[in-house]
C-alpha cells in the first residue's frame, strides 16, 4: 500500500468543512446571517478543542478559552445566545455533508474481507442520551428529554451509513427500515434482536443484499410438509403447507458449545420466510447468565416470563442469508463482530462524555449531542482508516475505541487549526498520528483471538 494514501485521505476529510462550505452553510441554516465576533469558522474550532462537549465547560470557561485560544472577546451572554435552534440545524447538516462526503474518500478496506461474498460489513445499534431521573422534573423547564440515537457503520472501513437522533421511545424496526434506501448491492448488515422483524429482513433481501440476525426464542420455526392435506376440490389446505418444528426438542440436540445447521428452515406462522438456521448451545454459566437476564426484565416488566422462552435459554438462534461457503461458525463469528458498535458507544459515553447530562437550554443540549456526534464520526473514519493501513504494512492490531478517543482529544484540534490556516497539507501529521496508534498496538495472536483475527476465519 501506498504511504501517500493517509495523507491524501486526511486532506479530503477536511474539505467538507472549508471555509467557503462551512459559511455557506452557516448561512443557509441562519446560524451566522451577518458579520459577527463569531464566525462559523470559529465555533468549529471551539468545538473540535473541546472535543464537542458542550455540556461540561462553563459558559464562562468557553468564553475564557475562545479568548486564550482565538483571542476573541465575547461575552458569556453573547456566547449563549449562540445556541439557537439555528445553531442545531448547522450541527446536524454539518453531519449530513459528512455522510455524503464519504463516497469521495479514498477509505481503505480492511484487507481481511477482500474474499468475502459481501462489501461491507454493517453494524447496526441504538444508544440513548438520558435525563437523569433525578432531573427529569426540572429539565420540563428547559426543555431537554432523552433522545435515542440509531446508529450504523462499516466495520471494514469505519464509514457511517446511517445516523438518526429521535425521541427516546421511537421503534427500532420503523428506525432500522428507514435505512433501507441506503442499502447497497451484496452489503452484508448485522443486528441484533431489537431490530427482528421478518418484514425487515425481507426488504433486505430485496435489495440483494445479506442479513445475520438472532430471532426470538418464541420465533415460529417450520418446514415444508412434503404430505400437505387437500380439499375435496383439489385445493392444498393452508395451515397443513408447513409443519412446526418442536424447537425445545430440537435444543437437546444441540451439543454445548457446538453450532448445529437446520436446514429447510422457514421462519414466522405467516411470514414463511426462508433461511439459513443455525443453533449455538451455551454452557452452564452463560445460560444461568441468560436466565438471570429474562427475569431481570420479567421484574421490571411485571410479567411472568414465558417457560418456552426459560427452556431455550441454554441455546441462541441465528438466521442469515449468506451462502452456504459462509460456514455456521464464521456466520456466528460475523454475528459476534455486532459488538464492535458496543465499544463506539462506550467510547462515545465514556471518552466524549455524549450522556453527560447538565440543566441548560434545549439549544445547547442539542448542539452538544450532534457536535459530540460530529467529533466521533470525524476520528472514527480516521482511527479506522489508519487501522487498516497500520495491519496490511505491520500486521498489527490497534484498538479502535482507544484510536477514536486519542484521535479526538489530541489529533483533531491540530488537524483543523492547521485545516483552517491553509499554509500546509494535512499530510505531515500522518507519521504522528501512526506512531500514537501504533503506540497500544499489538500483534493478533491471542490464545482466543481479536475481533480481527476472527475475520481471517482461520
Known amino acids: 500500500m501506498s504511504t501517500q494514501t493517509g495523507p491524501v485521505f486526511l486532506d479530503q476529510l477536511f474539505t467538507f468543512l472549508s471555509a467557503e462550505k462551512v459559511d455557506e452553510l452557516a448561512k443557509e441554516t ?10 462559523a469558522s470559529d465555533f468549529l474550532l471551539l468545538l473540535f478543542q473541546v472535543h464537542g462537549n458542550l455540556i461540561d465547560p462553563s459558559l464562562q470557561e468557553l468564553s475564557a478559552k475562545l479568548v486564550t485560544e482565538q483571542e476573541i472577546d465575547v461575552s458569556r451572554a453573547a456566547l449563549d445566545k449562540k445556541f439557537t435552534p439555528n445553531a442545531v440545524e448547522f450541527l446536524r447538516r454539518l453531519v449530513d455533508e ?17 474474499n468475502w461474498p459481501f462489501t461491507s460489513l454493517r453494524l447496526l445499534d441504538a444508544t ?21 440515537i440509531q446508529y450504523e457503520f462499516d466495520y471494514l472501513t469505519g464509514q457511517f451509513t446511517f445516523f ?54 418464541d420465533a415460529y420455526l417450520a418446514y415444508e410438509n412434503p404430505s400437505p392435506r387437500y380439499h375435496n376440490d383439489g385445493r392444498v389446505v393452508e395451515n397443513s403447507l408447513y409443519q412446526k418444528i418442536n424447537v425445545v426438542e430440537l435444543c437437546r440436540n444441540v451439543p454445548i458449545g457446538e453450532m448445529v445447521e437446520v436446514e429447510g428452515i422457514h421462519f414466522g406462522y405467516w411470514a414463511h420466510f426462508p433461511a439459513r ?16 437476564h429474562i427475569h431481570r426484565r420479567a421484574t421490571k416488566s411485571g410479567k411472568k416470563p414465558k417457560q418456552l422462552v426459560q427452556d431455550l435459554a441454554g441455546l441462541t438462534g441465528y438466521m442469515t442469508n449468506l451462502p452456504e461457503s459462509i460456514s455456521a461458525r464464521q456466520v456466528v463469528a460475523l454475528y459476534r463482530l455486532r459488538w464492535q458498535i458496543e465499544l463506539s458507544f462506550k467510547a462515545l459515553k465514556s471518552f466524549l462524555d455524549l450522556d453527560h447530562f ?31 493501513t497500520i495491519w496490511e504494512q505491520e500486521e498489527k492490531e490497534i484498538s479502535e475505541m482507544v484510536a477514536v478517543r486519542s484521535i479526538a482529544c489530541q489529533v483533531l484540534p491540530k488537524l483543523y487549526a492547521t485545516f483552517r490556516q491553509k499554509k500546509k497539507t494535512l499530510q505531515v501529521y500522518a507519521p504522528m498520528i501512526t506512531r500514537l496508534l501504533l503506540k497500544t498496538a499489538r500483534k493478533p495472536n491471542s490464545i482466543k483471538g481479536t475481533a480481527l483475527k476472527h475475520l481471517q476465519f482461520a
Do not use: M
Open 30 to 39: 441562519g446560524f451566522i446571517n451577518r458579520k459577527r465576533k463569531i464566525t
Open 98 to 114: 459528512l455522510f455524503h462526503s464519504q463516497p469521495d474518500l479514498q477509505l481503505v478496506r480492511h484487507v481481511l474481507g477482500e
Open 128 to 148: 440513548q442520551a438520558k435525563v437523569p431521573e433525578h432531573l427529569k422534573l426540572r429539565a420540563k423547564k428547559t426543555h431537554q428529554s432523552s433522545v435515542k
Open 164 to 217: 438518526n437522533v429521535g425521541p427516546s421511545k421511537a421503534n427500532d424496526v420503523a428506525s432500522g427500515e428507514r435505512r433501507i434506501p441506503f442499502l447497497h448491492e451484496k452489503e452484508l448488515c448485522v443486528q441484533d434482536l431489537g431490530y427482528f422483524s421478518y418484514k425487515l429482513l425481507e426488504k433486505i433481501q430485496q435489495q440483494n443484499c445479506f442479513f445475520i440476525s438472532r430471532f426470538r426464542s
Open 277 to 292: 438456521c443455525i443453533l449455538s448451545g451455551l454452557n452452564t454459566e452463560q445460560k444461568q447468565h441468560r436466565l438471570a
Open 358 to 388: 447538565k440543566l441548560v437550554k434545549q439549544e445547547r443540549w442539542l448542539c452538544h449531542l450532534f457536535g459530540t456526534f460530529l467529533i466521533f464520526l470525524i476520528s472514527q473514519l480516521i482511527a479506522y482508516h489508519f487501522r487498516n
